[in-house]
């Protein structure tokens, strides 16, 4: 992809409209062998320890599809971090869903025994999460030079405000993409979404509570950020009508880029990096920021505490804030960049992207895009259990 100046893609020719992360989910369920093939070696017999001294095998814990990868699973940012540092970089994609990566390293985390990675990328709710279990080690600033670079919409989150944990590693905006060959017309309104006959069994929500009933807070006036009870329940009762009035042809993880792509629905709540791909080889799909505004979540950067080495994390962080490494990235990902500079650098990669408001919004656009509030792990399991019973579950 990108580092040689071309965007590259997997060719989602004959898999139904799939975007890359699905693609590469499958890869995993089958082994995970496409998106490591080619990459670096796994390091072995690490003790997670605090260790300050720099080793020269690290572990990164992120999601697939979040970094640039070359069809036959090869890093190129990555190989050009080893060529650096001489710190070799496992990326293990093993975040397909933060609850269930957390099920798997809690006990670890519980009884003291840390967990091999020495970067972790979950989204910013579980990044809150471990900061609230102090299970995240506080950044080393002085060895971050490139933090300044974090662009200052992103400075200062709710679950991290003063950015001492974590640094924003990909931006993902919720919004309505739309087929125009099957609406005939865009779609710019969640009210259009849930309540127009035209489009009634032909649109899907995300089964993700935040994305879902963050958007349709905003729908309501609602701020994401701040919501009380009745605020909540009123998006859960705008799923449950228009469910039982068949407006909803079903819930959707990722999944719903096949039917996008096929028409089998018009409209849907979507991430708009996954848009972006799909509309390059469909012009009838647009993405829209709701009038009423879009949910903007993040993974993040972060040490977990028992790390096995905190000086080549805070290397590894560091090389992805500069903006060409952060341009290469986004040139793949298509998700909300950070990193200030990133954009210009973008330019000799790929300037239609370069011009992309998806990818780099303005600092009006960024006014559109809402938060959404930290939860505690009763309020969490609360909320889950609501938005569950509305889903249908």
Known sequence: MSSFGARRQLDLSGLGGMTRRQVMQLAAVAGGSLLLAGCTTKPTGVAPSNGSSSSDQIIWSNWPLSVDTEDDGTIPSLVEFEERTGIRVEYLAEINSNDEWFAKVQP??????????????????????????????????SKLANAKNLLPAFESPAFDPTRDYSLAWQGWLVGIAVNTDVTGKDVRTVQELLTDP??????????????????????NGADPGAFNDDDFQQAIEDIESARQSGQLRRFTGND?????????????????????????????????????????????????????????????????????????????????????????????????????PLIFPDAEEMKKMFTYKPMDLDENQARQSAFDKALGL
């Not at 091999?116 to 506080?138: C, E, H, N, Y």
């Not at 905190?310 to 490494?325: G, Q, R, S």
Request: net charge negative; glycine share 8%.
């Open 256 to 356: 719903y880029a096949a039917d996008l792509s096929q028409g089998n629905i018009g409209a849907c709540l979507a991430w708009a990096g996954d848009v972006v791909q799909l509309a390059k080889d469909n012009p009838a799909i647009k993405f829209f920021i709701p009038d009423s505004g879009g949910v903007l979540m993040e993974d993040v950067l972060m040490v977990p505490t028992g790390a096995p080495d905190t000086e080549a994390a805070h290397k590894l962080i560091d090389f992805y804030y500069e903006p060409e490494v952060a341009a290469q990235v986004a040139a793949y990902v298509n998700a909300v960049c950070p990193v200030a500079g990133a954009q210009d650098a973008m330019a000799s990669i790929d300037p239609e992207l370069a011009d992309n």
């Open 198 to 219: 035209a489009l009634k069994g032909k649109v899907s929500l995300l089964t993700e509570l935040r994305e879902t009933t963050g958007t349709l807070m905003l729908a």
């Open 108 to 141: 670890l985390m519980q009884g003291g025994q840390g967990i091999p990675a020495s970067v972790i990328s979950p989204t910013d709710w579980m990044g809150g999460r471990f900061i609230s279990l102090d299970w995240a080690q506080k950044l080393d600033k």
